[in-house]
T-cell receptor
Framework: ETGVTQSPTHLIKTRGQQVTLRCSSQSGHNTVSWYQQALGQGPQFIFQYYREEENGRGNFPPRFSGLQFPNYSSELNVNALELDDSALYLC?????????????FGPGTRLTVT | AQSVTQPDIHITVSEGASLELRCNYSYGATPYLFWYVQSPGQGLQLLLKYFSGDTLVQGIKGFEAEFKRSQSSFNLRKPSVHWSDAAEYFCAVGAKGSGTYKYIFGTGTRLKVLA
């Protein structure tokens, strides 16, 4: 059983550009969440996807958007990048069954905006 | 409001000494609580979790945590710290609402271990 994977590992973008980050959830997991972890901070919830629809969002502007695909993989898109978007972006997935609310995190993508 | 507080931003201990990292939460229902560790440049590794039952939970790497409902706390402990434990530690509560489930994290405690 493979865990949650994310790509790319690192990337550097320029302010104003757009970026797409990718996440493959763990087998059997149908719910994916994205978190932003700024330097020196704890992760902050961006949004959650379930059955290809966004069903919860944290305090992030609309230029943060996402997709979930039929195989439960997911993308995080950020438009009009700002310097403050520099952070580690973490993807987490949850299993279809069980009531433990445990999420499984990927290794993250480090985004640097210059 | 739902929140997690980790009062200690930095903690320094000597190798072999005992460790306690504090975590306080604010959550209206029975909480699901987690401790994660993060090494520099790495993702999150789950140390332990509490859902119900015994309030003292054992985790990996010799860590344990105790859930105290009366104090809204979930402190992490280790009897003898190893140099490899130097990392950042995050406490989190699982919060559910309107079909959404998310973790609310504290701001973290950075642990330094002296040889």
């Amino acid at each position: 059983e493979t865990g949650v994977t994310q790509s790319p590992t690192h990337l550097i973008k320029t302010r104003g550009q757009q970026v797409t980050l990718r996440c493959s959830s763990q087998s059997g997991h149908n719910t994916v969440s994205w978190y932003q972890q700024a330097l020196g901070q704890g992760p902050q919830f961006i949004f959650q996807y379930y059955r290809e629809e966004e069903n919860g969002r944290g305090n992030f502007p609309p230029r943060f958007s996402g997709l979930q695909f039929p195989n439960y993989s997911s993308e995080l898109n950020v438009n009009a990048l700002e310097l403050d978007d520099s952070a580690l972006y973490l993807c987490a997935s949850r299993p279809q069954t069980g009531d433990t609310y445990e999420q499984y995190f990927g290794p993250g993508t480090r985004l640097t905006v210059t | 409001a739902q929140s997690v507080t980790q009062p200690d931003i930095h903690i320094t201990v000597s190798e072999g000494a005992s460790l306690e990292l504090r975590c306080n939460y604010s959550y209206g229902a029975t909480p699901y609580l987690f401790w994660y560790v993060q090494s520099p440049g790495q993702g999150l590794q789950l140390l332990l979790k509490y859902f119900s039952g015994d309030t003292l939970v054992q985790g990996i790497k010799g860590f344990e945590a105790e859930f105290k409902r009366s104090q809204s706390s979930f402190n992490l402990r280790k009897p003898s710290v190893h140099w490899s434990d130097a990392a950042e530690y995050f406490c989190a509560v699982g919060a559910k609402g309107s079909g959404t489930y998310k973790y609310i994290f504290g701001t973290g405690t950075r642990l330094k271990v002296l040889a």
